[in-house]
């Protein structure tokens, strides 16, 4: 009887619900669609009329918090589509705790989080919300962080140039900048008395809550915003673990960088120099120059390795007995995207344990881990209705 018992209850578990958090503020989860130890439980929140999409503040971070122990491996942010066909997962690049970000400004959203752990144990959570923005003490300063504002002022007699905003673009196309329009100086004067506003045509650049700069020269404005585009540069040198063609990005040592460059491998040794555009936002970052220090082992070239098949991978599997027994007998839903494995004790100069995933046409991931393995095959399946589309 004890067994049986044992068995109901492990049949009956249902997966851990996180805590999803806006800053301090908690918010409603449901339970939707999973996959779990009694197999697949469809639940439809079609219409969601029942539901209280929670009214909560604007903050600049989402938490997802799960039970210690039960944390998945991989969770995919989008918006709830009870078709199925909707919304793609924000990507990876952006799907990292520290800089999953909501924009601040008004919107009643259905964000679906999509968990993954091993052994085809999948969970959909929904959470509705009710975004607040959070408005800041004046309307000429920025709302987002990490943004300048741009504010205008102009006088009957002297226009101002409406072109600015192109030429901001053009002279500086990184530069994060938010428009507040132009107001007349009768206008700045009496609403605006605290900028000591005096004559026009003007411009004021805001950042945060101050006034960081003013002129009546479009030639200084922007050659301000030249100035002040990147922050910090810094030199970053590493492994490429990951090309992503379709996106235009490549990975160094598992750190996302926007680069299309061709002659960048997943293997390489290379060396970036990046400008990091905001203080506040860690994702804005520009490559401006890259080297390659050295090449991978030309093993990894050998066209046997690649997959046969368009939609799947083949997968290089190096180490001793205990790293390769995860991959005689692969679990089918967390290996469905893989065609093909090959085993190998050692091989060439290359150090085991590795696991290196190719396309029909190049080597697109290697690490030396299976979980994270893992993480990067959930991910590719949560983005290939986005990459469709762009072919």
């Not at 600015?164 to 107001?183: C, D, R, T, W």
Request: glycine share 4%.
């Amino acid at each position: 009887m004890y067994y049986f018992d044992k068995q109901k209850v492990y049949k009956e578990e249902k997966p851990p619900v996180p805590v999803v958090s806006l800053g301090e503020q908690k918010t409603q989860v449901f339970h939707g669609s999973y996959t779990w130890n009694d197999g697949e439980v469809i639940k439809e929140l079609a219409d969601l009329k029942d539901v209280n999409f929670k009214r909560v503040a604007y903050r600049d971070q989402l938490h997802i918090d799960f039970p210690e122990g039960k944390e998945p491996l991989y969770i995919a942010k989008g918006a709830y589509d009870p078709t199925g066909n909707g919304t793609y997962p924000i990507p990876s690049m952006f799907n990292d705790e520290s800089v999953s970000f909501l924009g601040n400004y008004p919107s009643v959203l259905t964000l679906s989080l999509k968990a993954f752990w091993k052994n085809g144990k999948r969970a959909e959570y929904i959470v509705p919300l009710n975004v607040e923005p959070v408005a800041p003490e004046k309307e000429y300063l920025p709302v987002n962080k990490g943004f300048y504002s741009l504010l205008g002022v102009y006088n009957g007699d002297s226009e101002l140039n409406t072109t600015i905003h192109q030429q901001i673009s053009e002279a500086s196309p990184n530069f994060l900048m938010e428009y507040k329009g132009y107001v007349h100086i009768e206008m700045a004067k009496n609403y605006y008395r605290e900028l000591q506003i005096e004559s026009g045509p003007l411009y004021l650049l805001f950042y945060e809550e101050k006034e960081v700069f003013r002129t009546d020269s479009e030639e200084e404005l922007l050659q301000y915003i030249k100035d002040h585009t990147f922050v910090s540069r810094e030199t970053i040198e590493g492994i490429v673990t990951k090309v992503d063609r379709e996106l235009g990005f490549i990975y160094v040592d598992d750190h996302p960088f926007s680069l299309t460059d061709t002659f960048i491998r997943v293997g390489q040794n290379i060396q970036l120099e990046v400008g990091n555009v905001s203080k506040e936002l860690p994702y804005q970052q520009v490559v401006e120059k890259v080297e390659v220090l050295e090449e991978p082992d030309k093993v990894l070239l050998n066209k046997d390795w690649l997959s046969k098949k368009e939609d799947k991978f083949s997968l290089l599997v190096i180490g001793d007995e205990a790293f390769s027994t995860p991959f005689k007998n692969p679990q089918k839903d967390d290996f469905a995207l893989i065609d093909q494995i090959t085993m190998k004790r050692s091989l060439s100069s290359i150090e085991d344990p590795s696991i290196f995933v190719f396309n029909t046409e190049e080597l697109v991931y290697q690490t030396d881990d299976c979980n994270s393995l893992l993480k990067y095959l959930f991910e590719t399946e949560q983005l290939k209705p986005l990459k469709e589309d762009l072919d």
